[in-house]
């Protein structure tokens, strides 16, 4: 199970998606008030089903960014990129296109779904770089015992000399990886206590 991180960009994804969310509130207020003095008709319940599916449309987009959008899900990223996407096609198919209108303030809705999108996408693909790591070592440069290859630097503190290049040894890192999980052949040495690995050292 990957471990999912609250960033500044997820963060940044979220609160689009609630703002969008509150204008889909408002929004459903104003359709609310546009049914009110209808006579009772097909037209009136159809106006308070609008009403009630921009409050639905809403209600999940908040409650997907606040969840789960803030901590770089995949669900809540496709669910709420699929809810505001149908959400705000039909406002430019049916309202805006047409010119029933203006297109500013009509577009702020959609503006934030752009927003929202960008800024959701963007952490999840920094995540997924990552996670997959961004360097790449040529044979030679992974073979070399005293440079240690770093595949994911954001998965280990900062490394001492001996771990990275070695000292009158070679680089403990070029085993045992500078996360300590090493190759198959050598020792798992992540998480072992220090004490240990000292006094293993000394007795080699
Ligand atoms: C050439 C590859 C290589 C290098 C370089 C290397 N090790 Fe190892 N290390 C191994 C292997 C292989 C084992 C497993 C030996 C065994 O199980 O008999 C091991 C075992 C260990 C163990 C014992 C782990 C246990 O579970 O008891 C410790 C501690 C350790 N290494 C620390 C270090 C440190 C610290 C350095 C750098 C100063 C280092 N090693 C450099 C290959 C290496």
């Known amino acids: 199970m990957t471990r ?35 006579e009772p008709s097909m037209v009136k319940g159809r106006v308070f089903q609008d009403a009630w599916n921009l409050l639905f449309f809403g209600a999940t987009a908040i409650s997907v ?14 669910i709420n990129l699929w809810v505001t996407s149908l959400a705000d096609s039909g406002l430019i198919f049916f309202v805006l296109i047409p010119g029933y209108w203006s297109w500013w303030p009509g577009l702020a809705g959609p503006v934030l779904w752009g927003l929202g999108f960008t800024f959701t996408t963007l952490a999840y693909v920094r995540e997924k770089l990552v996670r997959c790591g961004t360097r790449s070592y040529t044979q030679e440069q992974i073979d070399d015992s005293k440079n240690s290859p770093d595949w994911f630097p954001h998965m280990h503190p900062p490394m001492p000399s001996v771990v990275a290049q070695g000292t009158a040894t070679f680089a403990c890192g070029s085993c045992h990886l ?24 000394a007795k080699l």
Do not use: F, K, M
């Open 4 to 38: 999912r991180r609250i960033t500044a960009l997820t963060i940044v994804g979220a609160a689009c998606y609630a703002a969008w969310d509150c204008l889909h509130l408002l929004a459903a207020y104003n359709v609310y008030l546009v049914g009110v003095p209808l």
């Open 65 to 78: 960014a606040l969840t789960l959008n803030i901590r770089n899900s995949r669900w809540g990223y496709w």
């Open 178 to 201: 500078p996360t300590g999980t090493g190759h198959d052949e050598s020792a798992y040495l992540a998480s072992i206590p220090a004490p240990y690995i000292v006094n293993q050292t």
